[in-house]
């Protein structure tokens, strides 16, 4: 039994079918070309500067849980290969609250990356005098910068109007480079300036001068987790796969083991080529002379101006084509979420090539107030990084619910030990939101509250003519869960108490037991498995064309 959004449908005069033009390669390079963004510029550093040499143990930590996750999405995708499919599998099990807040979620994690990767680029670009007004000291940006800023999220979304086959076509050219690049750095560094007695110098701190909260902070606030995101993206259009049983899960496990090794080997290689001047302070104060950008901050440091100058190329196009990717799926995101029910019915019409224009115009300015709250790049990484782990936790929890329920629904991949990676699927989410800390969390906190007062608007007011349930009984372990997360960074030594109830390490054993009992209560009231079908049904029926 799987779901596609598979024949031309109409609402009024408007069509709402989305066109089924992506393969393999698409797809693959759809995740993987939001994978390898604005993170792999400056991820290296900043969990460098948070960790020490340790960072290593941080990608390592981040790799594990990401992974996890991916192999979870990765039989989900193939299950239900749905537009804006992680907006959708919560719908599934746990009917409409659960639904719309996990939607909510999705869309938010979504919508909320092309306007980092803007930050990337404006930061990159401070290389050229020509830029010098664009951005402050502090990272933010200027009058300047943020006309800037616009005029780079309206050509992301301009280029998405030229419909999914164009613009699959120019994210393949740009995810070659994007992957080709860091490759080509790795083994340059790698053979020109490796010094391995880096990893342990004494006038950096040793291999872990920040102990165990240096690792754990970084996996979150430095950017770590947010390098790897993005595997997603298959799951996003398959609505738009020629093949998304098959191809749909290649493209997610690929994408990720594909992303972690690119990752992991950049920070070795940065690590060992920094000249031992720039950390002769420790690595809390890596100096690099004031010049912009790390990797090619480094390239210049260590004589290899070419490299630079090639870094500097690749810092517009790899978050480029990240940002360009997310506000595709965005709006297909809230082209799924009104498909089920919860935003207005205009999210479903499309242009004559197929794209969703009221939810690319709305990613678009929501995009360009994200430079409002959040003006400089990390304090956006820190926030996307909650949002998307928000996210992320849906899937573990619809996978185990499935599996009990729905044992006979064709599964073109099957997650070996699934029953045992589900659950440390959901504890690990919840631990980067932990390890996100409280002056994350909080506006994460609002944005939850915002979304649950634009979904109740447009079910007040009638605003789509698909009106689901909200069964309440199933999604009654949502709020306690979000508000126990809540309290728990909040008294832990991530939050801001200054005599905290939990240290680094009782803060995990807290999270993980309160993970596992909302993994099974969750389980224990998901909808009957009678009613999950009959949500699928639905959504088979609407994303046929009808209500």
Known sequence: MAVQDAAPGASGNHSTHLRRDIGLIGLLWASEGSIIGSGWLYSAQKALVAAGPAALISWGIAAVAIIALAFVHAELGGMFPVAGGTARYPHYAFGGAAGASFGWFTWLQAVTVPPIEVQAMIGYAQHYSWADSWQHKDGTLT???????????????????????????????????????????????AFTHFHSSNFTAKSGGGFMPFGAHGIMTAVSTSGIIFALLGFEQAIQLAG????????IPRATILSILIGAAIYILLQVVYIAALPAATFA???????????????AGLATLVGLGWLATILYIDAIISPGGTGLIYTTSTSRITYGLSKNGYVPVQYEYVTERGVPWLGMLTAFVVGCICFLPFPSWQQLVSFITSASVLMYAGAPLAFGVFREKLPDVERPYRLRAGELLSPFAFIVANYIILW???????????AIVIGYVLLAISRIFHLNPAHPPLELRAAQWLLPYLLAMGIIVWTSAFGPMKHPWFNEWWSLVVVAALSLVIYYWAKAVALPAERIRAHVADVAVIDAGGH
């Open 436 to 446: 996100a800390g409280w002056s994350t969390d909080w506006r994460l906190g609002v």
């Open 143 to 189: 009058g300047y910068g943020e006309l800037v800023a616009i005029f780079l999220m309206a050509v992301f979304t301009a280029v998405n109007f030229l419909g999914i086959q164009k613009l699959a076509a120019v994210n393949n050219a740009a995810t070659w480079w994007k992957v080709g690049v860091p490759l080509f750095t790795i083994f340059v560094l």
């Open 240 to 247: 738009e796969s020629r093949n998304p049983k098959r191809d």
């Open 281 to 295: 302070a420790g690595w809390a104060h890596l100096d690099y002379k004031n010049i912009s950008g790390p990797f």
